[in-house]
């Protein structure tokens, strides 16, 4: 829609010097008029006011360019200007027909119509976002003007400093920045020219620390991270490397936590989110397993790198054909924070004493569903898929060269089909992959978690490439339906046996010498568990934790 006109008026006109000329907005419609407020007039002689309709005296003969801005709802703001020529004894439209027609008593200034209102900003609606969010803010021009002319230029007005990227594009984008504990609104402006003509826009964004609330219950059967720690330490480490979604913030505090150095003696590894892990957190990270790579383990701790990609920048509702400047943006801001965690790591292990490695680079992507072969679009829609796919392992293996790439779910799961199995519909397995990948995340129907690991395997095998990697839900598993069999009431904490059985047959190679029985669980390099180790809001994964591992260490009393 083409904004609404602004245009000055004035009353009557009285000769002579000093002159003095009542000022009034005049709307192209009423209810632009109704919203309008905060009136500036500047009258060109180095006067001011803010009254919706002024009276002004010109002291002197001259020309003089009166402007008015006025602000109407949602921050837009209109101008509006006329150029009077005040003689000596009166004024001269500066739009005369006649120049010797003076102003008089029955004569009515009557300015030009102001096409600068013709183009308007639109910054957005106001967001929400937590500290270490990737906010997007887009730009949206309206009205008479030429599209390709125009120029965009983004710029903060107040809050806590951010990071702009991209300020001289329609869409700009920036790193919720630390707000300490307190919640803080961030406002940008932006401003749209072309030609004369400029129009402004601001936009509030709302930054919030990220909460991580202590969920106290009334379970004295769930034990304290105290006593999680002290079982720990009476256990030898898992038999291969653990990773797990990643460690909540307060964890990556202090390397000489107990509950810090236990999960990265038991596990090997500690794991943090690609997306918005600072200095600080690595440095935490990499100082815990430096401590215990010192007392020379057989398997070295390592890192692992947490990312969704296609989930920062990419809109949700945008189909994977599209290439516009958010497929660009996505994948420079992969680009940077792979870059920034290498930078880093290799920096603080100079620092430290430290040769801690980034071992693996978990992606998990669930933005893409794949077409079936008949549908229409079908090649170029999977086709699409695959490539975005391919430019983010592409990135990530050339920035970590020596780290392993994995998809999460890129194997087999259980279904409603008509074979009961199908693989996940994210992938077309015609991505690069070094590995495959299978939720168990019904951990006590450990049948179908086999099975689901068998038939991933057998996938992965007829690839050329028989290495899976299995995610695993302690105490936060999928319980069915007896109404609905394959609906799933989630974070259950089942009887921890079954948390003690898996991680006897992952971790103990006797089970894998008989797959047909259990699962060729020998292929998985290295496991990750689900949710975050100690998420609040389920409380029991520390004790499924110790039973799990107590179950790699063939122990049998339970937690």
Request: glycine residues 6%.
């Amino acid at each position: 829609a083409v904004q609404p006109e602004l245009d000055i008026s004035a009353g009557s006109v009285f000769c002579c010097n000093p002159l003095s000329i009542e000022f009034a907005p005049e709307f192209a419609n009423d209810q632009t008029e109704r919203s309008a407020s905060n009136h500036k007039w500047d009258f060109g002689d180095g006067r001011t006011a803010s009254e919706e309709a002024p009276t002004h005296t010109f002291a002197l003969a001259g020309t003089y360019h009166v402007t008015l801005e006025v602000t109407i709802s949602a921050g837009t703001k209109l101008n509006a200007t006329s150029t009077l020529t005040l003689g000596r004894e009166g004024i001269l439209d500066n739009r005369q027909d006649d120049a010797d027609d003076l102003g008089g008593t029955d004569d009515t200034i009557s300015p030009a119509i102001i096409d600068v209102i013709n183009l308007s900003a639109d910054a957005g609606p106001n967001q929400v976002a937590i500290i270490g969010d990737i906010v997007l803010l887009n730009a949206t021009p309206t009205g008479n003007h030429a599209i390709d002319q125009l120029t965009f230029r983004w710029r903060q007005l107040s809050g806590p400093q951010a990071t702009l990227t991209g300020e001289n594009e329609p869409r700009a984008t920036f790193t919720a920045p630390d707000t300490a504990e307190l919640a803080r609104d961030l406002i940008f402006e932006v401003t749209i020219t072309t030609g004369d003509l400029t129009a402004t826009d601001t936009v509030s964004v709302t930054v919030s620390p990220t909460e991580e609330v202590v969920v106290v219950r009334d379970d004295p059967t769930l034990p304290t991270e105290a006593e999680v720690v002290a079982s720990l330490a009476a256990l030898a480490p898992l038999q291969k490397p653990h990773f797990s979604f990643p460690l909540p913030d307060r964890i990556l505090v202090n390397p000489n936590d107990p509950l810090l150095k236990e999960l990265v003696r038991v596990t090997h590894g500690a794991s943090v989110r690609g997306e918005n892990v600072k200095e600080a957190q690595l440095k935490t990270a990499i100082t815990a397993c430096r401590n215990i790579n010192r007392t020379a383990p057989d398997i070295p701790a390592a890192i692992a790198i947490n990312y969704s990609p296609w989930h920062r920048v990419f809109p949700a509702n945008a189909p994977p054909t599209d290439t516009g400047p958010e497929h660009d943006g996505e994948v420079v801001f992969f680009r940077e924070r792979m870059t920034f965690i290498r930078d880093t790591v290799a920096s603080l292990n100079h620092s430290l004493g430290a040769d801690v490695p980034v071992a693996t680079i978990l992606l998990d992507t669930e933005r893409f569903h794949i077409k079936n072969a008949a549908e229409s679009g079908a090649t170029a829609w999977n086709d699409a898929i695959t490539q975005k796919y391919e430019v983010i392992f592409d990135l990530a293996k050339d920035i970590f060269p020596g780290a392993t790439i994995s998809w999460y779910g890129r194997g087999i799961q259980e279904s409603d089909s008509a074979s009961g199995w199908s693989p996940f519909p994210w992938f077309t397995f015609d991505e690069p992959g070094e590995t495959f990948a299978c939720s168990l995340y019904r951990v006590p129907e450990l049948g179908t978690m086999r099975e689901t690991f068998r038939r991933t395997h057998d996938l992965a095998s007829s690839a050329g490439n028989p290495t899976v990697i299995p995610w695993v839900a302690l105490g936060a598993g999928y319980r069915r339906d007896i109404a609905d069999f394959q609906n799933w009431f989630q974070d259950w904490d089942y009887d921890t046996v079954y948390s003690n059985l898996l991680g006897r047959e992952i971790n103990n190679w006797w089970y894998s010498q008989t797959p047909e029985r259990f699962a060729p669980y020998d292929a998985a390099d290295f496991v990750v568990f689900y949710p975050s180790p100690f998420d609040p809001d389920t409380p029991a994964w520390g004790k499924h934790f110790v039973a799990y591992v107590r179950g790699s260490n063939e122990l049998n009393d339970l937690p």
